[in-house]
Structure formats: structure tokens, C-alpha cells
């Protein structure tokens, strides 16, 4: 009995301790500002004293991939801009674990967290604070305890932290925020006043913990288990499926075993399904073996673990699967095109295509896009 409660005791102190690795506790009104030493996308190291010139820090934690995130990047770019002359200094930190996100998690963007994908998402934005990567270890996260991205660390000229929470109440750009909670807080600062709310919640993605690294590897476990399958299609179901009488974004991907291009760029769409299966979207494969090839087609599939739905040609005739797919495909291999509800293609590329754009145009289209 007893070594059964001291299993007991052991097990609860485990569990303790992983959710306090987890999240950790938020930083306290009146705290001073814990130091770092952490990389910007400009190939600077930024500390403490690299603000000391401002009479107050702001500190945002955030990241590429979370669509709270990304709809408040402008919002943080207007408050270096509203606030620069008046000496407030706005930093931004990513502390997730890019180990740790799923592929399934990255359905609101084209990016990562990677110290890389930042530098690029730095760049497309033109942001105009530092941006600063804390990935590798967390410890500016663990010391901060932010809950989700984004989250707001506002400190006074002695670097205590007078605000911390929501940068205001409305997610969507496009909304019209009732409370402007960051903006509030700076004002009464700068005017030498208390803030008036000090605390808030903060709503938005939740930090990706190093801990959070099981999930990303059991995603890809879980993958093998899906079912993949290849159907016959033939001309009036080719010219179907170009029309897109679905609600969803569909890229359309005309591939073959014996084509090299086309068997190292599938796993390209693969993490695109994988990405943006759960959103209005969807990746279909059209392989152009000759029908007696299909047990091998298939195979190929199922080893790429190609869950999307795919179809194998049913006539030997490839000129008639060119102008089934598309009358303005010369006929190379691969073919690639991204079809909107309706019918309409909006990109067409004859050739490996080029997996970073490709993400970009499918998140940024109307019919999926960045945001909830």
C-alpha cells in the first residue's frame, strides 16, 4: 500500500511539474523587466540596455503562424509609428518551439516559426520593431509567462511592468475595437498617470512549448493510418473536377511514376494537404500512368501517405487528359493549377512549382485566407 501511494505521490509531482513547464506564470504588475539576450531577423542581438533609451518598453509576444497574430501585425506597426516620437520602444519576441507545431496548426499561413520563416515574415510585412527568436530554449518565454499570441508586456522608464494582457478587444483587422487596452496604458503613462486597467486576458493561439514536440511526431504518426485510395477518372470527370462546383479552394496536381520532377515535388503537397485540409481547401492528384500502372501509382501514394483524393486516368490517349485538364497545357509533366469555386484557374504552371509561393497564394486567397 505504501509503495503504492509514494507511486501515487510520484505520478501527481510529475504531472505538477510538466504543467508548470507548460505555462508558466505570468509576469506580475510591478515586476521588473527579466533580461535577454536573444537574435533579431536583422542578425542583431538585442538585450535590455539595447532600449535604454526609451522611456517605455513594450514587449510583444508573438509569432508567424497564428492567425491572432497575424491580424494584429499592422495594429503593433501603428504603435511604433503613433509612438516612436515619444520615446516608447516596441519589440517583438516569437518563443514557440517550431519542433513543436503541428502541420495541422499551420492552416492561417504560408510560414512557421523557424528563425528562417520569420526573417521572411519580417520582410513581407516590412516591420519596423525588431523581431526576436526565442525558440531554441524558450527562456525569455518561461521568464515572461506569456499565455497565448499575441501578449503585451508594457514597462515604465525603471522597466516595471505597469500593463499586461490584450493589445485591444477585437481580433479581426477589419473590426472596430470598444476598448483600446495597449494604447490606454501607454497614454497614462507617458501623462505620468496609473494605468487604468493594469491586467487583462489575452486571446489568441496558445505558446507552443517544447514539451508540445510529442504532438508534432504523433501527427505524423497518425498519418499512416489514414486510408489512400486511386479512382478511375476519364474525360467528362476531368472537365468536372476543372469546373469546381465545390465550396473549396482546389489545387490540382498532374503527376506520373516515371517523372522525377513530379515524384520529388509531391511531398511539397503533401504538407500542404496536411496544412490545409481543415480550411476551405483541398489538393487532388491526377496520375497520368497508363491504367495498367495503377497498382504501382498506388503504391507510390500510399508510401506518401496521400489521403487527399486521387485519380488515375482511364485512356491511354494523354493529349486527351491535356485538354480534359486544361487547352492551354503544352503537355509537360508536372502540371499544376489552383482552381477557385466555379471553375476559374488562377494559376496554371507547367513545371515544378515553387512551394513557398504556393503557400502564400492559397492562404491569401479569398476563399481561405489569413484570419477567422
Not at 510529475?14 to 527579466?34: D, F, R
Not at 466555379?342 to 481561405?368: R, S
Request: charged share 25%; glycine share 6%; aromatic share 10%.
Amino acid at each position: 500500500m505504501r509503495l503504492i501511494r509514494k507511486i501515487c505521490m510520484l505520478l501527481i509531482l510529475a504531472y505538477t511539474s510538466a504543467g508548470a513547464a507548460e505555462q508558466p506564470e505570468t509576469l506580475k504588475i510591478g515586476a521588473a523587466a527579466p533580461d535577454f539576450n536573444l537574435l533579431g531577423t536583422d542578425g542583431k542581438r538585442y538585450a535590455l540596455k539595447s532600449f535604454s533609451g526609451a522611456d517605455v518598453l513594450v514587449i510583444v509576444f508573438t509569432c508567424n503562424h497564428c492567425p491572432t497574430a497575424q491580424a494584429y501585425e499592422n495594429r503593433v506597426k501603428g504603435l511604433v509609428d503613433d509612438y516612436k516620437a515619444k520615446k516608447v520602444a516596441v519589440v517583438a519576441i516569437s518563443s514557440n518551439d517550431p519542433k513543436a507545431i503541428r502541420l495541422d496548426e499551420l492552416g492561417y499561413t504560408d510560414l512557421s516559426d523557424t528563425y528562417a520563416d520569420m526573417k521572411i515574415r519580417a520582410k513581407d510585412m516590412a516591420y519596423n520593431f525588431p523581431y526576436l527568436y526565442d525558440g531554441d530554449d524558450q527562456k525569455t518565454a518561461l521568464a515572461y509567462g506569456p499565455v497565448a499570441t499575441p501578449h503585451i508586456f508594457i514597462f515604465d522608464k525603471n522597466r516595471k511592468l505597469q500593463y499586461t494582457g490584450r493589445i485591444d478587444d477585437v481580433e479581426k483587422p477589419t473590426g472596430t475595437p470598444k476598448n483600446l487596452d495597449a494604447r490606454n496604458a501607454l497614454d497614462a503613462l507617458l501623462a505620468g498617470k496609473p494605468v487604468p486597467v493594469p491586467t487583462t486576458k489575452t486571446f489568441g493561439c496558445s505558446m507552443k512549448w517544447a514539451s508540445k514536440e510529442q504532438g508534432a511526431q504523433s501527427e505524423q504518426a497518425g498519418w499512416a493510418k489514414e486510408a489512400v485510395s486511386l479512382a478511375k477518372i476519364d474525360e467528362a470527370g476531368l472537365k468536372e473536377l476543372i469546373q469546381n462546383k465545390s465550396d473549396k479552394l482546389r489545387l490540382i496536381n498532374v503527376w506520373a511514376t516515371w517523372c522525377g520532377p513530379c515524384v520529388t515535388e509531391f511531398p511539397d503537397f503533401m504538407e500542404m494537404h496536411h496544412m490545409y485540409r481543415g480550411r476551405d481547401f483541398e489538393f487532388v492528384s491526377i496520375s497520368a500512368d497508363s491504367p495498367d500502372k495503377e497498382a504501382k501509382a498506388l503504391k507510390f501514394l500510399q508510401g506518401k501517405y496521400a489521403s487527399n483524393k486521387n485519380y488515375i486516368f482511364t485512356s491511354e490517349d494523354k493529349y486527351k487528359l491535356i485538354e480534359a485538364v486544361d487547352p492551354k497545357w503544352q503537355g509537360a509533366l508536372p502540371y499544376t493549377i489552383l482552381v477557385e469555386p466555379g471553375g476559374k484557374i488562377v494559376y496554371a504552371k507547367q513545371g515544378p512549382i515553387a512551394p513557398a509561393k504556393m503557400k502564400k497564394m492559397i492562404v491569401e486567397n479569398k476563399y481561405v485566407g489569413r484570419y477567422y
